[in-house]
């Protein structure tokens, strides 16, 4: 009884899947390191301008969210997607490890 598995396919697949999780990575790293900035100066510009009575933030509100956000996180159950990225072992695998690459790197 014969597989039907190609492994220049299968190489090919992990290969390219490897290339755009690197990229992908990469870029990831550097996007969160902008999103991180700007968030940062946000919550600097809102404590200057609450310094000054020019407006008035709801600290409680805001941290709010992030509570929540680590409630969800830590209910166990993983989310569709990542089922969904399971099923496709030979293209997930070299993008994951290709990202992880890219993320370091990045």
Do not use: N, R
Not at 10 to 24: A, M, P, W
Not at 41 to 47: G, I, P, S, T, Y
């Amino acid at each position: 009884m014969q597989i039907g598995i190609d492994p220049q396919q299968l190489g090919l697949e992990f290969g390219s899947g490897t290339v755009i999780g690197g990229v992908i990575g990469f870029a990831a790293k550097k996007v969160a390191k902008l999103i991180a900035v700007i968030v940062g100066l946000e919550l600097a510009l809102f404590k200057f301008l609450e310094s000054h009575g020019i407006m008035t933030v709801d600290w409680d509100k805001l941290s709010a969210g992030l509570l929540k956000t680590g409630e969800v996180a830590g209910s166990g159950a993983p989310p569709s997607w990542i089922t969904t990225l399971l099923s496709m072992v030979s293209v997930s695998a070299g993008f994951v490890g290709g990202f992880m690459l890219g993320f370091q790197k990045g």
